[in-house]
């Protein structure tokens, strides 16, 4: 019981950052985006590009969720709508800003098509854990 009520605790002291986190990680996805990887090796492995923007709009959405549901205590269905719409929207602006601002990056339709597919999984997943979970 003891270990019930510290764990709760520390669930709602986080809930107080997850609009700060979420938008750290923002800024570090988009610097990650935008900047010039010189040092970075390629990495053998088949895709790993596109693994990469998929895993990271995993992660994207599942704090744009987090933050609009516990932090703006929007409806569950409305945090999950909201995400959705801001991973999205903030994968498009990144290609379209890779292609236009930089000189050293290109934009991918297929970066856009990982990215959306990464939410939409995710939001497919979150939503299955509240319909079905979580009664």
């Known amino acids: 019981m003891y270990y019930q009520q510290k764990n ?3 669930w709602l002291v986080l809930k107080n950052y997850y609009l700060l986190i979420t938008i750290l990680y923002s800024i570090a996805l988009a610097t990650l985006c935008l ?6 090796n390629k990495v053998g492995i088949p895709f790993a590009d596109k693994i990469f923007h998929f895993l990271s709009y995993v992660v994207l959405t599942i704090l744009w969720y987090n ?26 602006i990144i290609e379209v800003l890779q292609g236009t601002v930089t000189s050293y990056r290109s ?13 939409l999984l995710t939001a497919f997943g979150i939503g299955m854990k509240n319909k079905y979970l979580l009664k």
Do not use: E
């Open 67 to 92: 933050t609009c549901y516990f932090y703006f205590k929007k409806a569950k269905a409305n945090a999950l709508i909201l995400a959705i719409v801001v991973s999205i929207s903030f994968g498009i």
């Open 107 to 119: 934009s991918d339709i297929n970066d856009v098509f990982a990215n959306s597919l990464g939410v």
């Open 35 to 40: 900047v010039q990887l010189n040092s970075v």
């Open 8 to 10: 709760t605790k520390h």
